[in-house]
């Protein structure tokens, strides 16, 4: 089966300090997600991509997350600087997006703590 | 986004059926009904949709209620395996804009 990969699995880093997470979204799969799941807030939506182009990133912190594709196989979510509130699992999702008909698929996630 | 609810958890035995219900009574003629389930330390995994039809793939069964209020997703034999948190989540077929919003879902929890 085709799945997404999600690097790094884990990452821990210090307070302040630059974080730079990828994902490889299945080929040919035109929509990409970035979620995060913490125990208080279940899974929130980060960022929304279709065909690369970003439809709504309202869900991330703007003065220190971004979310680019630089091409169709890459999806970065980057943090700057990091606080020990952003820890928590970020998971990329993609998928077939446009329509409620089709399902997405999820990477293992990158399991980060800010400390 | 329609909302949906859900028990907050459900026990099984081992080669029993489940059935997980969700309730959505103001769901609208164009959403789709997901199932995603979330196993320990990994990401959400895809496991049915339907619309108006009962559905059934190698995974599960998802019966809809005819007024479509409300959903029953069914394992016809638990396993260890699949103890999960199961999400029931509605998608728009109309929306150009298409994300799945999770609530809190359901923990399965199945013992031998």
């Known amino acids: 089966d085709a799945r997404v990969t999600q690097t790094p699995r884990h990452k821990v880093t210090e307070m302040g300090q630059e974080v730079t997470m990828r994902c490889q979204p299945i080929?040919?799969?035109?929509?990409v997600f970035w979620y995060r799941q913490t125990m208080m807030q279940g899974l929130e939506l980060l960022a929304y991509?279709?065909?690369?182009?970003?439809?709504?990133d309202s869900g991330m912190p703007k003065d220190r997350f971004s979310a680019e594709m630089p091409d169709a196989t890459l999806a970065t979510l980057k943090i700057q600087p990091s606080e020990p509130r952003d820890s928590a699992v970020y998971f990329c999702?993609?998928?077939?997006?446009?329509?409620?008909?089709?399902?997405?698929?999820f990477g293992s996630g990158t399991r980060l703590t800010v400390v | 986004d329609a909302k949906t609810t859900q028990p907050n958890s459900m026990e099984s035995n081992e080669e029993e059926p489940v059935h997980l219900p969700c309730n959505h009574s103001?769901?609208?003629?164009?959403?789709?009904i997901h199932w995603y389930r979330q196993l320990p330390s990994q990401g959400p995994e895809y496991v049915i949709h339907?619309?108006?039809s009962n559905v059934n793939n190698r995974m599960a069964s998802l019966a809809i209620a005819e007024d479509r209020k409300s959903s029953t997703l069914i394992l016809h034999r638990a396993t260890l395996r699949d103890a999960a948190v199961y999400y029931c989540?509605?998608?728009?077929?109309?929306?150009?804009?298409?994300?799945?919003?999770f609530g809190k879902g359901t923990m399965l929890l199945v013992s031998p």
């Open positions: 999702a993609s998928g077939l997006g446009g329509t409620g008909s089709q399902g997405y698929t």
């Open positions: 080929l040919g799969h035109n929509t």
């Open positions: 989540i509605l998608r728009s077929v109309n929306s150009g804009y298409s994300t799945l919003t």
């Open positions: 991509f279709r065909n690369r182009a970003p439809l709504d």
């Open positions: 103001t769901i609208s003629g164009t959403d789709y």
């Open positions: 339907g619309l108006t």
